[in-house]
């Protein structure tokens, strides 16, 4: 079971982007999902995080800008960025788990990733 992320691209500051992020097989309905994020030269970072019951988490950069949601029904992960930032530039990650946690480590899926590219 892969999980498979799409949406990315290249926008300006200001703009908005919506990730998705769905699994190949199987399905992801009772998993913790989470999207992470590594810019060039720095460790991948957690941005949000929502289980299967909707607690939601994020980062305190991202904090009013972006919003992750699931629906169950389409077995489908999104994150809505908007006012994106040049700093926001990563590529973005999915990844499903079975605990309730931020850090990496403890998500046993990934996606591919997606390149989000923000111009000032």
């Known amino acids: 079971v892969q999980l498979q992320a799409s949406g990315g691209g290249l926008v300006q500051a200001g703009g908005s982007l919506r990730l998705s992020c769905a699994p190949s097989?199987?399905?992801?309905?009772?998993?913790?999902m989470g999207w992470f994020r590594q810019a060039p030269g720095k460790e991948r970072e957690f941005v949000a995080i929502i289980n299967r019951s909707g607690a939601i988490r994020y980062t305190n950069s991202v904090k009013g800008r972006f919003t992750i949601s699931r629906d169950n029904a389409r077995n489908t992960v999104y994150l809505e960025m908007n006012s994106l930032k040049p700093e926001d530039t990563a590529v973005y990650y999915c990844a499903g788990g079975n605990i309730w946690s931020i850090q990496s480590a403890h998500y046993d899926y990934w996606g591919q990733g997606t390149q989000v590219t923000v111009s000032s």
């Open positions: 097989g199987g399905t992801f309905n009772t998993y913790t």
